[in-house]
């Protein structure tokens, strides 16, 4: 046996043993041939940071900020004073949910019926402010209301930024509130 034969021992080989055939276990032909080292890497770095078109690239932006703004404003609405705040103005009726509404309404009827009926000016004048003062005495009961709650529920929390939150929440209609109501009005919590 010469060690660089170019007849093969085939004795020692040994037999392989006689499998029965199965569809798609033998050598196949390939179908396709294989890419360039380049190109390959180039489609793996494709793949693990895709090169986006900036139209693609300004929408992911704005879909990843704004989850992150939803997020953020999830961690600071879901604070103790914060929600308290939300569910007592959710409860109870405000004046101030009616703001919009009526003084629209008095701009309106100032403005069409001001060139016709001149008196009716001053009036209606006087209405809007009376409307705004009543607004400010409700805004202050539901504030001295929330201070007793808030001294009874959470005692350690500071207040500050709550009245500006509640008046805020209390201006808007109820049904275009954000987070949305949770509770009815008259409800207990």
């Given at each position: 046996m010469g060690l660089f034969s170019t007849n093969k021992d085939k004795e020692a080989a040994p037999e392989p043993a006689a499998t029965p055939e199965t569809p798609g276990a033998g050598p196949r032909a390939k179908s396709v041939p294989t890419?360039?080292?380049?190109?390959?890497?180039?489609?793996?770095?494709?793949?693990?940071?895709?090169?986006?078109?900036?139209?693609?690239?300004?929408?992911?932006?704005?879909?990843?900020?704004?989850?992150?703004?939803?997020?953020?404003?999830?961690?600071?609405?879901?604070?103790?004073?914060?929600?308290?705040?939300?569910?007592?103005?959710?409860?109870?009726?405000?004046?101030?949910?009616?703001?919009?509404?009526?003084?629209?309404?008095?701009?309106?009827?100032?403005?069409?019926?001001?060139?016709?009926?001149?008196?009716?000016?001053?009036?209606?004048?006087?209405?809007?402010?009376?409307?705004?003062?009543?607004?400010?005495?409700?805004?202050t009961r539901m504030w001295r209301g929330f201070k007793k709650l808030a001294a009874e529920r959470i005692p350690r929390e500071p207040l500050k930024g709550l009245l500006y939150y509640g008046f805020n929440r209390s201006l808007s209609v109820r049904r275009l509130r954000v987070p949305r109501p949770v509770l009815k009005r008259g409800d207990t919590f």
């Open positions: 890419p360039k080292r380049r190109d390959a890497e180039a489609a793996r770095r494709q793949r693990l940071n895709p090169q986006l078109s900036p139209k693609e690239a300004k929408r992911r932006s704005r879909e990843q900020a704004s989850a992150e703004r939803r997020k953020e404003m999830a961690a600071i609405d879901n604070a103790p004073g914060k929600l308290l705040m939300r569910n007592w103005v959710d409860t109870r009726f405000n004046l101030a949910e009616l703001s919009m509404p009526i003084l629209m309404t008095m701009l309106l009827f100032v403005l069409v019926l001001a060139p016709v009926f001149p008196t009716l000016v001053e009036p209606a004048t006087y209405a809007t402010w009376g409307f705004m003062v009543l607004i400010g005495i409700d805004i």
